[in-house]
């Protein structure tokens, strides 16, 4: 069984919290969509993390930030990623050239994984359905799109849902658990380990075994978090964020 995470934004305690569950339910490998920085307070210890334990760890958005230094970010992100090297730098070792080595994509069989979506695997957004119109765009594009490939696994927009031909379905306490088989076109999203946005401060991520795909949600020690966040002198609203799951 293999784990799918993806943004865990710096964020130490959600990320070892998900990774001892990992253990608990017998993952044997980690894909990691991107994002392993920028936000959070701890880039040094979540950084090392994804280097021993991830098979693979894609180029996200604040990867991308981190080193070139282009970024769109607004003032808040802007600030944390230009901490978060100052951090990485100061560590010294390979931390930083490990980040220059990412992969914008990874193509595992029948699995295509990516931090945006297929047509832009750093930046775009795989859009919340948030009405039928845009769903129906969505899954439009499944069956004319994916060639090459059967799943998607994308992060970035934060928010955990599986786009199918057969609908839009979102992950819930009751049903977390979905079949996709062989053959079958989805978009998955896994949400986001380190920074929800979908009003659960609970980490997302997602197992799959080959045909069960099943989302989960952990709590997590949000109250250090955001402690350590204020004590960095970062924007206290990304500490206040991780209260609201926003």
Known sequence: MIAIVSDLHSNLEAVTAVMAEC????????????????????????AK???????????????????????????????????????LTAAGGDIIPWFKERKTFALRGRLLL????????????????????????MISTLSSDFSGFDICFAGHNHTPFLATTMGVMVP???HRTFRVPKGHKAYVCVGS??????????????????EALTFHRLAYDVATTQAKIRAAGLNGFLAERLGEGI
């Not at 380990?193 to 080959?210: C, H, I, K, L, N």
Request: charged residues 25%; hydrophobic residues 35%; proline residues 6%.
């Open 49 to 87: 993390i994804a280097q021993t334990r991830f098979a693979v760890s894609l180029m996200g958005n604040h990867e991308e930030a981190l080193v070139t230094g282009k970024h769109r970010f607004n003032p808040h992100a802007a600030q944390a990623i230009d901490w978060t090297r100052r951090c």
């Open 114 to 137: 990516v931090h945006g979506s297929i047509y832009d695997p750093v930046h775009d957004y795989v859009d919340e359905p948030e009405n039928p119109i845009e769903a129906e765009a």
């Open 193 to 210: 380990v380190g920074q929800p946005r979908d009003r659960d401060v609970r980490s997302s991520f997602a197992t799959f075994d080959g």
């Open 172 to 174: 819930h306490d009751a």
């Open 23 to 46: 253990d608990r339910l017998g993952v044997t490998e980690y894909l990691c969509l991107g994002d392993v920085i920028g936000y959070g307070p701890d880039p040094v210890a979540v």
